[in-house]
């Protein structure tokens, strides 16, 4: 008889389906079928909360800064994207490899204050990126 997924899961909290572990370990043999469920599901890798639907190419990171660095309307429309890029690749990481507190990040992609030009190069470099000056 083919159980569905909520039949089957109720049977493994009731204890009438056992559940194997992958993992065993002496304590588990203690625990009843949901407790073993629950400490399975709890051992599953975790997705990032700000994770990015679709993970930025190195192509698609100089497409979008090179759109807002031509902006007129907003003059911190590459200083927010960049730290919108920044962000998506670990703020933790990217603040430790420019040297500035992840809060001043912060400060710089909502725009509150004005990144020095030298620590957006440092931002740009540790992303994968470099500014290049070219006749128009």
Known sequence: MALSIG?????????????????????????????KLFAECGSMPKLAKN???????PDSIIARLSR???????????QKELLEIAYSQGHVSIA?????????????????????????????AAVGAKLVVVRR
């Open 7 to 35: 039949n089957l899961s109720r049977s493994i909290l009731n204890g009438t389906q056992s559940v194997p572990l992958q993992h065993s370990h002496p304590a588990d043999t203690k625990k009843g079928p949901a407790e």
């Open 51 to 57: 994770a990015p639907k679709y993970p930025d190419t």
């Open 68 to 78: 807002a660095w031509e902006r007129d309307d907003d003059p911190m429309a590459f």
């Open 96 to 124: 430790e490899q420019v040297g500035v507190r992840r809060e001043t990040l912060w400060r710089y992609k909502t725009g509150a204050v004005r990144a020095p030009f030298e620590t957006l190069i440092k931002i740009m």
